[in-house]
């Protein structure tokens, strides 16, 4: 089992950023891959980024490169998400999700374990 928890969201202006953190606990976090995904309102939840179990790897959607940033530090059980430049299109729901294989990928179906999300709404 893997309980996440996700925090920093809100309400900011075009341009502004945001670093969103998510706290891990219930198994060895430096073996689990984690990503990040969003969901708008009516949307599918889509993959923002991940990052491998020792941060080597890190991949990003399209449309978050240059601007988000992946980071994780193993002795907090933390993996975080910095968002700089945002955007409208940005307002989501935010969730982080586990990969007990270590690996992170940009597959939903590829985590077993999601938190709870948290709010960023990017006004214009």
């Known amino acids: 089992q893997v309980q996440l928890a996700e925090s920093g969201g809100g309400l900011v202006q075009a341009g502004a950023s945001l670093r969103l953190s998510c706290a891990a606990s219930?198994?060895?976090?430096?073996?689990?891959?984690m990503g990040w995904f969003r969901q708008a309102p009516g949307k599918e939840r889509e993959f923002v980024a991940t990052?491998?179990?020792?941060?080597?790897?890190?991949t990003y959607a399209d449309f978050v490169k240059g601007r988000f940033t992946i980071s994780r530090d193993n002795a907090k059980n933390a993996v975080y998400l910095r968002m700089n430049s945002l955007k409208p299109e940005d307002t989501a729901v935010y969730y982080c999700?586990?990969?007990?294989?270590?690996?992170?990928?940009?597959?939903?179906?590829?985590?077993?374990?999601w938190g709870q999300g948290t709010q960023v709404t990017v006004s214009s």
């Open positions: 999700a586990a990969d007990l294989r270590g690996l992170g990928t940009a597959l939903r179906e590829d985590y077993g374990y």
């Open positions: 219930g198994r060895t976090f430096s073996r689990i891959g």
């Open positions: 990052i491998n179990y020792n941060s080597l790897i890190t």
